[in-house]
């Protein structure tokens, strides 16, 4: 029986995208690579990080698949007292200005004084802690990427971005260039954080702006390739959906918006999908019509968290547990402290084994998921997270 495609979807979040991380360390000790062909993977921010260092893995045939991501993200964290000290003042300097608490200079990243002053604190340190640029490029051979060329092989890699000389939508897509560090960092390219990242005659800013991440893309034949059109969508998502409490304070009020914002793209990409499997389950194409995309069944999709949730083609999302969001707030995305790492790690672990169960359930107990010739499940004859490579 012909494996199940998938394809694996990483929102942004900054630091927070160590939840990513665990979950994806979860899936490939899952074996899901060998229950199920993952035909692509999309990412954006602190996803596209992920996805990348996990698609890198993947094309180079490494075992395990999440070492290489697991590694990063070690080097990424705060160590030792000095860079845990640093680590601290930025995040509560930047918590204190957002509850009001204290004043603070508008300066862009840009600027000589930001530069001066970033180029001070992280003078002496590790290249891991304070050149992010160089971080990745020491976990990822760019110059190997670049001599592969735009490939087709799977899984695609598909990171979102903003361009913003042209106001488009930006998606660098492995099938269509070379993946450069460029894209990467343009993804990454929070305008309060980072310059705006120049790529021949454009510029770009965080993919926040554009898709986080990119999932409407996936289904498309003229992107993803004929055969790499997938018959799920797993989607790891950082901003929670929904709020116990009305923010009231103003680090609440920034931390709400910036969820919101994190989550707008999403929504509409997913209701966007919806309304095509609608179509797809009320027999409004054409069969032959289909046939040209390799579309056999709707697409399952996340839950969309707004329309109909309880549509068979639905699935449930990697999501963090809402006692674990309750506890983060916007400058946790910024916190590369070892306990809010290792913390978020950990709980995307558990959400992944957590996700694995639960998928497997619903795909027994659904009457589309028995008739859709999917392939293993995996969590099914072992608990998940157990096995090995």
């Known amino acids: 029986m012909a494996k199940l495609k998938i394809a694996l979807a990483c929102q942004g979040g900054g630091s927070q995208t160590a939840f990513t ?37 993947y094309m180079k045939g490494e075992r395990p698949f999440w070492e290489r991501m697991m590694s990063f993200w070690k080097e990424n964290t705060a160590q ?16 204190m200005v957002n509850s009001g608490m204290m004043p603070t200079l508008q300066l862009s990243p840009s600027s000589p004084a930001m530069r001066s002053m970033m180029e001070f604190m992280t003078s002496g340190q590790r290249k891991g802690f304070g050149d992010f640029r160089g971080l990745l490029e020491a976990h990822i051979d760019f110059k190997e990427i670049a001599e592969w060329g735009p490939r087709a092989h799977r899984p695609v890699l598909m990171l979102g971005a903003a361009n913003i000389t042209t106001g488009a939508l930006a998606k660098f897509v492995s099938t269509k260039e070379a ?8 993804s990454c390219a929070v305008p309060s954080i980072f310059p ?4 021949g005659p454009d510029a770009y800013w965080d993919g926040l702006f554009s898709d986080n991440p990119p999932v409407e893309e996936l289904i498309r034949p003229r992107s993803v390739g004929d055969d790499n059109v997938p018959d799920e969508i797993w989607l790891i998502k950082i901003n929670p959906t929904a709020r116990r ?44 019509f289909l046939a040209r995309f390799d579309i056999k069944a709707p697409v ?26 309750d ?21 995307g672990e558990k959400a992944a084994a957590v996700f694995l169960r639960d998928r497997a359930a619903a795909v027994a107990a659904s009457p589309l998921g028995q008739t859709a010739g999917q392939g293993p499940t995996a969590g099914q004859g072992q608990a998940a997270g157990q096995a090995t490579e």
């Open 327 to 347: 506890l983060l707030d916007y400058e946790g995305k910024i916190d590369r402290g070892s306990h809010n790492i290792n913390r978020l790690i950990a709980e």
């Open 245 to 288: 409490a009305i923010p009231v304070k103003p680090g609440e009020i920034i931390d709400r918006r910036n969820q919101l914002e994190g989550n707008i793209s999403l929504f509409q990409q997913l209701g966007h999908l919806e309304l095509l499997n609608d179509m797809i389950m009320a027999d409004a194409f054409r069969p032959e």
């Open 300 to 325: 399952r999709i996340p839950r969309s968290f707004h329309t109909d949730a309880d549509k068979p083609y639905h699935i449930p999302c990697i999501e963090m547990p809402a006692e674990l969001q």
């Open 196 to 199: 705006a990242v120049q790529i």
């Open 80 to 95: 030792g007292p000095v860079e845990h000290a640093i680590n601290q003042f930025i995040v509560d300097s930047v918590r």
């Open 21 to 57: 991380a665990g979950a994806l360390k979860t899936l490939c000790e899952a074996q899901v690579g060998q229950e199920f062909d993952v035909v692509s993977i999309s990412g954006t921010s602190g996803g596209a990080v992920c996805a990348t260092l996990l698609w890198y893995s």
């Open 179 to 186: 993946i450069r560090v460029e894209h990467v960092l343009a």
